[in-house]
């Protein structure tokens, strides 16, 4: 049950019978009429701007108007106040029985409180982390990861069907660079001194295991062959355990695709040539030179003949390269292939999960995805800025296990996966992040993770104290349970304290806020409102600790027992769905 939607749909049909009685045209466009939370909670629970938005419309003054509109609303029973405000604000109070009846649906609903069906069953494929297989995964990625992983399972809660998708950079000049490199490592497991790693290669101690497994499985038999023999096979070998310990990282932050999509398979299918023959169709490829660089062009730049798709006619500020000056394919036709095949399985939309570091290439492909799918498809990308690391404000730059960065498994096994999910999520993902180990392991409220687990364990202590105190009253440790099963008794109507109404609005909130978020592609609008919903809870509690009569357990009165009780079981309900959206546990106790 989403509030808002409800008194949306009270506004339609009051402007529906304006138009009817020829105050509002018969034709009245209402899509811009909005349907929100006022900026002041002193206004009430719920304001709409229709008045002012119509005001032309109607040929009258928004006040005017908006008299009008308020009229009929105060009908309404699920309205206990209308109230014209400002330049035309219509803000409205809630009646105890709408409240009544939503809080009834939070306890009712459970689980699938919050989630809707705004999606569609829209097809979204979600592609992030998508790492080149050539080490463990850094904290960079962690903040992609578990963005991507949110965004995924918000897109999901509100009616999307989602693949998670990890692209392998499997094909190009790095995953040599890997083969050679767990090839010296290779020599190292044999017995040999290989001396400091050569420039060009990759340094990290992760290789050693690598090279030792190799060694494991072909005792010294790749030393007695050519380069051009043992490279295919070092090359597969390391990519497959490049990527076995990339998956064995993302389970420890409790993430896992669906879909691992290998590049090579483009350039082995003959996708590639497929996709720039259909492009040919469109009249989108020619040969041709390209400007030089903005600014000052390097001084080995020569204009030179190449292989173009029009990029620039869909937006892109120059046309894009298909072909390298060798005549190898360039890294951004797989991309282009790519697009294509996922077009193939049917998604509408295409979300990329991607590094600050590729700002530049989100114009050319929205490009390709334009020229591909006719304008159908959506493409989407989003860019998680950095990480700074601090350990008690001082900067952290060297990892033991990788050499020059710190590692998505050394964040997660200091902090856990819990802490590291949640703040990488309390910044929009176009913001850059400071993340310091010893804040985040605080037990404060200026800890945001702290703050949110804090308050579901306080409620579940609340619960365990009410079994202990109510039981001969209530029905023991079934306390929770029995006010779910039996929430149309519940006199909710007792609960008149601001502070109560305070932690109602933010409970009633949640779904709005889900389908905002799930609009915008911003999980971290889920975990602000958690934040909120928090501390309107311990504001709550802390009223309690000092007005014995605001305490949740009052044996003498149990009928406003069970409702303080039945408004803590739905707050939780809302914290707890909130923070399995974002791949956080609710825990009981701390």
Known sequence: MNLFHEIAGKVEDALQALAAEGILPADVDTGNVKVEPPRDPEHGEVSTNAAMVLAKQAKMPPRELAEHVAGRLRADADLAEVAVAGPGFINMRLSQVFW??????????????????????????????????????????????????????????????????????????????????????????????????????????????????????????????????????????????????????????????????????????????????????????????????????????????????RSTDFGDDIDRPLKKSDGSYTYFAADVAYIREKLKRGFAELVYVLGADHGGYVKRLQAANAALSGGKARLIARLCQLVKLFRGGEPVKMSKRAGDFITMREVVDEVGPDVTRFMMLTRNNDAPLDFDFEKVKEQSRDNPVFYVQYAHARIASVFRNAAAELASEMGGEGIESLLRADSDSIRWELLDDPAERMLMRHVGDYPRVLEMAARAHEPHRVAFYLMELAGSFHALWNKGKENPQLRFILPDDPGLTRARLALLAAARQCLRNGLHLLGVRPVEEM
């Open 100 to 309: 009544s009846r939503l809080l009834d649906a939070v306890l009712r609903l459970g689980d699938s409180y919050g989630r809707s069906g705004i999606g569609g069953g829209m097809k979204v494929n979600v592609e992030y982390v998508s790492a080149n297989p050539t080490g463990p995964l850094h904290v960079g990625h962690t903040r992609g990861a578990v963005f991507g992983d949110a965004l995924a399972n918000l897109l999901e809660a509100t009616g999307h069907e989602v693949v998670r998708e990890y692209y392998i950079n499997d094909a190009g000049a790095q995953v040599e660079v890997l083969a050679r490199s767990v090839f010296l490592r290779y020599r190292e497991a044999l017995g040999e001194d290989i001396g400091e790693i050569p420039a060009g290669l990759y340094p990290g101690e992760y290789l050693k295991p690598v090279g030792e497994a190799l060694a494991a499985e072909h005792g010294d038999a790749l030393l007695k062959m050519d380069e051009a023999e043992w490279l295919p096979v070092v090359k597969d070998f390391a990519i497959g355990r490049m990527m076995a310990l990339i998956r064995d990282d993302l389970a420890a932050l409790g993430i896992a695709h669906e879909v691992f999509f290998s590049e090579r398979t483009l350039h082995e299918s003959g996708a590639i040539e497929d996709t720039i023959r259909e492009l040919e169709q469109q009249g989108l490829i020619y040969t041709g030179q390209l400007p030089p660089p903005k600014g000052k062009p390097p001084e080995d730049w020569e204009p030179r003949e190449q292989l173009l798709f």
